[in-house]
């Protein structure tokens, strides 16, 4: 998923979630440059120690009369250097409470603002935009935004302050020695950058290696059994070694080429600290420094030293921090879909009747549906069929205004669905996809799921007609049951049978089933059949139907080709007419199903 929104609306959306933690944050980074500050200040006061033991020394082999060390002064600074790391630390301490808990709070607003918007998405937003990057949005993105506000904000702020406190303190030192330390800023930056670009291009290889991995392992793990039926280990095998050794070379010039800049920046630094360790005793000598002012000096380069060579890293995670920012919020700026219009259907008079008047549809720019018509009254049962891809699920799709037509209208007990509350709208529905879904959770809470409010009994009531109650009472647990996530301990018929439970269970006044296909077992196949004639009764019903024993009974049959209603009527009414349908109802015959047709 592409940035669509600017920095600007990133910054002020990523603000509007941290505003109500504002005061967390706030305590966080007055600790943070509070430890900051102690820090930068240790090695002076470590300096004056030592600047008071030489000094004192020096006076007692000069021989000075009542020449002594001052323990006194020596424990008074240590007392302080002690303090300063208690303080330090508590600072620390406190910080990172504060941090994580503000930070932990904003990303679960996060996440719940992602789930929300997501909820009311168009349907047509799954379209253009893969499941996965929908999924890495709410997951990776969030973690990696957690990430780069808990730690790199802290080392950015933290390695800013310290580059400029560490020069101030060098400068008050000896503005000598500062300049001929510094020459280590434009030395590292070079190495840095060069070092920098070349393992960018090597880490961009080793990124896309690891997707040709995951690649690889899904398609071997997803299709495990084929791969045995067809005894092609030795072959997977061969593909996974391929990507794997890929794998480790592009990792080990990686990890190589940047493990160089370390060394390299730590070289200069020695370098840098020996030249001002030269400089700095001759003007111990000249009596210019003090010792401790040298000893401090070179811990400062090392301080200076810190957050130089963590420019490399710190960039690269602000880089792709930026990047799930700007993922973030280009979802939760993505349009929504309407409500919906006002006009409600009373109670009781949502019957059921649908009406398609000169209706046009396309996905995309071209027309799939030029000119759809029919009546359907309440309680009938209506079958769709023709090949695969003539639109029966677009009809289906467009009935439930997942998408809304191009022209004409759709009416649903005489209003027109653009004018209904969506909701309004959905809830006089109830699906039974082949494509069934269920949910991790126990049997009883998945066919609860048509009617969060039904009691026990009216469960158990809706899986009799669903003819599942008896499959149920087999499993040892019943209807506490767990129904794991894939649902893959379970038949697909089963699956289905609870799907219909949960639709009987809802009560709707329009039902649409996709009849299951042959997958499943003749006694099964019965035993679906049985329980989508129960479901079906008293309610209007379109079935996208594959078989002929659905259709013979069906009040009107529609008949799509391309997009259109070829044919409809009565399956006597359309054998007499010796058109498209008598042609498929024949094939039948010859072992073909409905959509297997052209
Ligand atoms: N979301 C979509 N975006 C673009 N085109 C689509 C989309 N969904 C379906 N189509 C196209 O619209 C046409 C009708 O598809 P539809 O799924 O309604 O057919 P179908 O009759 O239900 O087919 P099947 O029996 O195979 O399920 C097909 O050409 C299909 O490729």
Redesign the pocket.
Known sequence: MNRKVSWKVCIKGVLAFAKPYRTKFFVAFFMVILSTAIYTMNPTVEGMVTTQLADDAAKIMEGIPGAHVDFQRVFLILTLLITCFIVRALALLISAFFLTNAIQHMMHDIRGALQKKIQKLPV?FF?DHAFGDVLSCVTNDVDTLSNALQQTLTKVITGVLTFILVIIMMFRINWIMTLLALVIIPLTALITKLFVGRSQKLFDRQQTTVGELNGTITELYGGFNEIIVYNKQEDTIQKFEDVNRRMRDSAFQAQFVSSLISPCVSFITYVTIGASAVVGCILVIQGTIKIGDLQAFIRYIWQINDPLSQVSQLSAQVQSAFAALGRIFTMLNEEEEDQGGEKHVAKDRMKGTVTFDHVQFG??KDL?MKDVNMDVKSGQMVAIV?P????????MNLLLRFYDVKGGSIKVDGVDIRDMPREELRSMFSLVLQDTWLFKGSIYENIRYGRLDARKDEVIGAAKMANVHHFIRTLSHGYDSLINEEANNISQGEKQLLTIARAILKDPQILILDEATSSVDTRLEKMLQEAMQRVMEGRTSFV?AHRLSTIRDADLILV?KD?DIVEQGTHEELLEKKGMYEKLYHSQFAGQNF?EMD
């Open positions: 047509r379209d996905y995309g799939l023709g695969t891809g003539a639109g029966k699920s677009t009809l996208i799509l997009g959509d």
